[in-house]
């Protein structure tokens, strides 16, 4: 879910949405880096992937969001009705997210599991927080799928690790909170450390983009698998 703060205006995104499959019932696309889910309070980040796609499928409404920063598959309800069926979907946890992402440092486990609450702290936002007393549960597993070095800023090698993000839950910036309790935050995530490590302040963008979507067609019943591959 993307919380952007009310003082944050967002920049012009150039990039397209992706349409990757179209129904009467439902709209899968990709959603590029950079752009709003739902437009803003301020008129001026009217641009959102709602705003655009509403002029082409008059009626639809979005399922679930994804960060600013994040790309990658998103499922649009073409009407309220099959937006109430995949959201149901979405809060019985029957849907399955898989995200792929460049995480700072290299990692020392190939796999494991982040269990840790995540809360809202107001004096803190748009920043969401680790606390096991107020937080809400928040679990995600992730993989490595390789070790690599990215040159960096100013020709700096900057050790980097592929993996494989699976949220069980879907709490607001999981997974960039959670890998940053991990020690290893998100390349380019700017709430949450991943452009502190000396040649990663230029990074152009958050590397994080859901790659697999898992569901159930609300309507013919049969089973969706949605994979999108990440563009870094």
Do not use: W
């Not at 920049?11 to 959603?31: A, G, W």
């Not at 920063?69 to 069926?85: C, D, H, P, Q, Y």
């Not at 020709?155 to 959670?178: A, C, K, N, S, Y």
């Amino acid at each position: 879910m993307s919380t952007i703060n009310d003082t944050f205006i967002a920049p012009p995104c150039s990039e397209e949405i992706s349409i990757l499959y179209q129904d009467e019932h439902l709209v899968l696309i990709d959603k590029p880096t950079g752009l709003l889910s739902l437009s803003g309070k301020n008129p001026q980040n009217l641009d959102s992937v709602h705003h655009r796609l509403v002029k082409l499928f008059p009626g639809c409404t979005l399922v679930h969001r994804l960060d600013f920063g994040t790309s990658g598959l998103m499922v649009v309800a073409r009407n309220k009705a099959i937006n109430a069926l995949l959201c149901q979907q979405f809060s019985q946890r029957s849907v399955t997210k898989i995200y792929t992402a460049l995480l700072c440092g290299h990692l020392n486990h190939n796999e494991g599991l982040i269990d840790a609450a995540i809360a809202k702290d107001p004096a803190l936002f748009p920043l969401m927080s680790i606390c096991a007393e107020t937080g809400k549960p928040a679990r995600s597993c992730y993989q490595v799928i390789e070790r690599l070095t990215r040159e960096g800023d100013n020709g700096v090698l900057l050790p980097v690790t592929r993996v494989q993000l699976l949220p069980e839950t879907g709490r607001t910036h999981q997974l960039r909170i959670h890998c940053q309790q991990l020690g290893h935050p998100i390349l380019g995530c700017d709430l949450y450390g991943g452009l502190l490590q000396p040649g990663t302040e230029k990074t152009p963008r958050l590397m994080l983009h859901a790659s697999e979507l898992h569901f159930v067609h609300p309507i013919s019943g049969e089973n969706i698998t949605a994979r999108h591959a990440s563009p870094f």
